[in-house]
């Protein structure tokens, strides 16, 4: 598809409008040296090219094929390109998936043709490819774009052509240039696996509505990012905006919690716009990764430098000092009122031979990895902003550590900016995009250092999860509630206390004593969910006379606040870890991704505060402790203001085994593991509720 010595036009004609003759006219354009061929009813020629009246007549060395044609036109073709045989096609027609019922229809008989033909198809609905390695651009943008070594894919083809555009009017290139569409048989992962590889590639970028499959997207996007930078922007984030990409290609969108915790396991950087994206990707294509997190900003003007830093702060770069041969050197050159440390703020009066000691001084200080060049166009250096530009870019090649620049203003800094850039250094408009950028760098040269995860596995009992699962499935039962969800739960070892239903307060006096007191009662009933927010759940009772009470005290109060309610009688279940702190853990399986864990604080902190952290399963052991460590709450598990600090280790345990079977059990749809109660001692699972499916 990508390097083919030969293609095909089908649907070409010579009219000048018609997308066949464009695309004939783009690869004459952009100096394809390869065999074209236009294919139409009429065999006229196509810009001086001899054409063929059929498809059957194609040459077997044809490598790729291009089809113009209405949707319901294109499967016949596919099917004699198959036979031919034809291995790779572009469908650049609409009236597939984006359109409904009968459009979906059509691309799934696309897609099943091409599986059985063993053929790769781009699109529907696409606007082609470029590869400027052979000067090819069979695409129906006639603007052909600079060499460079940025791969660019995207599920929009508007999107395509406001890239191109914007690369063409920065000097930026591109290696690879693909408009998915529909994606029917080529997505995301068969891209990036072919980009991973790609000698010409530096860097891949793309935009994403959906992903065509989710599991395989996980595994080849892990793969890439220790190869390469992968920057993805995703639309859909919103219910409005999920509504719209699903109209726009016809697909079903995910949860954007389970999207983000996509990327953020497999190293993707996610962009945050349109001009983050391609800022990103301008930074990722012309520097070195920093071998750290130390940037050194350089400014002549305090109020930037402070933006700067305090971007680097929210942010995980370090404004780290100095070392000490450093400042005394800038000493000797800087007047006595700049500061020599970080910003080194070298004052309005700065010169353009100021801004070149000081840029070698901290270039060669071994503290910093990175560094952040501002300049506001102050009246003392007005003169000279291009020959600061000059030095920086004459410095830049003997310089090993990226340098990326913030020239602020308007026309006094534009030729200086065009400099700059065409000299392959970043120049930003104001100094928080620069800092994004150094800050995505030194987190991708993080992600490609760390070490492997480590996987997990732990004993559980398979075949007797499976049976209770597939018993209540057959039963009609949708949910797994109290003393069946204990026995699911048990099959993978997860901790629980134990448990007694008893119909009677009889039965609960005599399951307390075997339990040993204090216990706890709570109602047992599969409809009523908030037990604890409807007071039907009593702790620490010490005495058969406080069970007796409390046995006939919840009933009651269950029986009249939820008269719907079938009532069984009541759990007695032994008391949870002392000073224990309440966890939530569930998962829900979203259609993109499978089962996504989320681990919070129970309470407020999850329903109201939504300090949650998110993880699609399985799990690896760093996966469990970051999830743990990444919310807001996280010095509460530590014991802060005298808290007790809870055993992080038994959490890690009961997330693993949540993880195994959300995996394996792929018939459990949700799962709620609330209260998870944490102490010192150790963690253990006092509720649980699933549902099957």
């Known amino acids: ?149 940025i791969a660019f894919f995207s599920q929009s083809g508007a999107l395509c052509s406001t890239a191109l555009d914007w690369a063409n009017s920065e000097g930026v290139g591109f290696s690879k240039f693909v408009s998915l569409g529909n994606k029917a048989v080529l997505g995301e992962s068969t891209m990036l696996s072919y980009l991973s590889g790609d000698a010409d590639t530096k860097v891949i970028v793309g935009y994403c509505e959906t992903l065509k499959d989710g599991h395989d997207f996980l595994r080849t996007a892990y793969d890439t990012t220790f190869k390469k930078p992968l920057i993805l922007l995703r639309a859909g984030e919103t219910p409005s905006g999920a509504r719209a990409a699903s109209a726009h290609s016809g697909a079903l969108t995910g949860a954007t919690s389970a999207y983000n915790a996509a990327f953020r396991q ?98 060669e200080d071994d503290v910093f990895h990175s560094i952040l060049v501002i300049l506001c166009p102050a009246a003392n250096i007005l003169g000279e902003v291009e020959k600061v530009a000059a ?10 550590k990226p340098i990326v620049t913030c020239f602020m203003g308007g026309h006094s800094v534009e030729k200086a900016r065009i400099l700059l850039r065409g000299a392959g250094i970043p120049c930003y408009d104001f100094p928080e995009v620069a800092v994004r950028s150094l ?131 009541c759990l007695v279940q032994a008391m949870g870890p002392e000073n224990a702190h ?3 853990i569930n998962f829900r399986r979203d259609p993109q991704f499978g089962p996504l864990i989320n681990f919070s604080l129970a309470g407020l902190h999850e329903d109201m505060l939504g300090d949650v952290s998110s993880r699609l399963a399985p799990l690896a052991l760093n996966d469990a402790q970051e999830m743990i460590r990444e919310i807001k709450a996280y010095p509460i598990l530590r014991g802060v203001r005298s808290g007790s600090a809870v055993d992080l280790g038994a959490l890690e345990d009961i997330l693993l085994m949540v993880s195994q079977m959300a995996f394996d059990l792929p018939e459990i749809q949700e799962a709620e593991f609330s209260p998870v109660l944490a102490g010192p001692e150790g963690a253990v699972v ?7 499916g």
């Open 1 to 149: 598809m990508f390097e083919p010595e030969s293609i095909a036009v089908v649907g070409s004609s010579a009219g000048a409008s018609d997308p066949g003759s464009v695309i004939i006219g783009n690869l004459l354009a952009s100096g394809y040296k390869g065999k074209i061929i236009p294919v139409n009813a009429e065999g006229e020629e196509v810009h001086g090219l001899s054409g063929l009246s059929s498809v059957k007549m194609l040459p077997r060395s044809t490598d790729l094929a291009v089809i113009c044609l209405p949707a319901a036109d294109v499967l016949p073709v596919v099917e004699v390109l198959a036979d031919i045989p034809v291995r790779a096609a572009v469908v650049t027609s609409g009236g597939f998936g984006e359109i409904g019922r009968e459009g979906y229809r059509l691309e799934h008989e696309l897609a099943l043709a091409a599986k059985h033909n063993d053929m790769i198809i781009l699109g529907p609905n696409c606007m082609g490819l470029m590869n400027t390695a052979l000067s090819m651009n069979a695409s129906l943008d006639p603007e052909f774009t600079l060499p460079g070594n």
């Open 266 to 363: 497999t190293g993707v950087m996610q962009a945050v716009d349109i001009a983050d994206m391609f800022n990103l990707a301008h930074a990722f294509s012309c520097q070195p990764l920093p071998q750290g997190s130390n940037v050194a900003i350089l400014t002549n003007a305090g109020g930037p430098g402070i933006l700067a830093a305090d971007m680097c702060e929210k942010g995980t770069l370090n404004i780290t000092r100095p070392s000490s041969a450093t400042i005394e050197n800038m000493k000797g050159f800087l007047p006595a009122y700049a500061s020599v440390y970080n910003p080194v703020d070298m004052i309005g009066d700065a010169t353009a031979e100021t801004y070149r000691k000081a840029l070698k001084a901290v270039a």
């Open 391 to 400: 030095d920086i870019i004459a410095f830049e090649k003997e310089c090993s």
């Open 439 to 569: 800050d995505a760098m030194a987190s991708c040269y993080r992600w490609q250092k760390k070490d492997w995860p480590i996987e997990v596995c732990f004993r559980r009992d398979y075949s007797k999860a499976k049976s209770i699962v597939d018993n209540c499935i057959q039963t009609g039962l949708s949910e797994l509630v109290e003393l069946e969800a204990q026995n699911l739960a048990s099959a993978y070892e997860l901790p629980v206390p134990e448990t007694v239903l008893a119909r009677t307060s009889n039965q609960a006096a005599k399951a307390a004593k075997r339990i040993g007191y204090p216990v706890v009662l709570k109602v047992a009933s599969p409809q009523i969910l908030r037990k604890n927010e409807l007071g039907l759940v009593v702790t620490g009772i010490k005495s058969p006379q406080e069970l007796r009470k409390a046995f006939m005290e919840i009933t009651t109060r269950a029986a009249r606040r939820c008269k719907d309610a079938y009532i069984t009688g």
């Open 582 to 584: 309440e966890i939530a």
């Open 686 to 692: 006092a509720n649980m509720r699933m549902t099957v």
